[in-house]
């Protein structure tokens, strides 16, 4: 899919002699494509589910909700967590953590504010069958501290950085797309969400190049298909 997305931002950029990209600038940009797009199906999900609760929407609305959250489950997964000195460490690709589990038991997440609260509880205080835990950035604390193993979170992963690769051809100098390097990264989004990254990279390289015709076409198109998801 990388090498047709990149092959279609290129061909509307050459078209009037609107600049080219390197492939380094072209990589960072689908990289934050890529972010910018899974932000939106979020998004989207949470708008589309909460309009399936409310009733506001009655006739394609469970589709819509089972389609983007198919999209999250490609990210979706499941690692244990290293312990030390008392707390277990979150994995660096966490994007949005969903649950934390010790043997199969899900661990209650708890606010700090009400951490020593729930703690100094006799009643309420957690236990080894129904632990909690306080998150701080990237690092977690269990309760009850006898809990030092067997901990693992269920959290959305960061997509991994797509990246074109290329040689450089003899002849002509120009970047050719090399889809068998060993650094080689498609992008992890459905295919269907080809155009969507097309539109993002271009408002970046217009920006890059300020070239504010770039950036009006894909605003333009960028409306155009969020009235028709309407």
Known sequence: MIN???????????KDNNGYLTPDEFNAFARQAQLDVLEDV??????WLNKRLTKQAFS????????????IDRFTVQNPLTYSAGIFQL???????IDVVNSG??????????????LNS???APTVYYPAYTQS???????????????????????????WTYYTD???GAAMFNLGAPDYQDFELPYNYSNDLILRILKYAGMNIRETDIISFANNEESINTNQEQ
């Not at 979020?42 to 708008?47: D, E, S």
């Not at 038991?105 to 729930?118: D, F, M, N």
Request: net charge positive.
């Open 137 to 163: 950035d990237s690092t977690i604390t269990v309760y009850p501290s006898s809990i030092v193993s067997n901990v693992s979170a269920i959290y959305v992963r960061y997509p991994l950085d797509p990246k």
């Open 42 to 47: 979020f998004y989207q999900y949470n708008k």
């Open 122 to 124: 006799g009643f309420n």
């Open 91 to 97: 994995p660096s690709d966490v994007y949005l953590a």
């Open 4 to 14: 047709n997305v990149r092959n279609t931002v290129m061909y509307i950029l050459n």
């Open 170 to 172: 003899n002849q002509t």
């Open 105 to 118: 038991k899900v661990v209650e997440r708890v606010e700090q504010s009400k951490a020593t609260y729930l």
């Open 60 to 71: 394609g609305a469970a589709d819509m909700v089972k389609q983007l959250s198919e999209v």
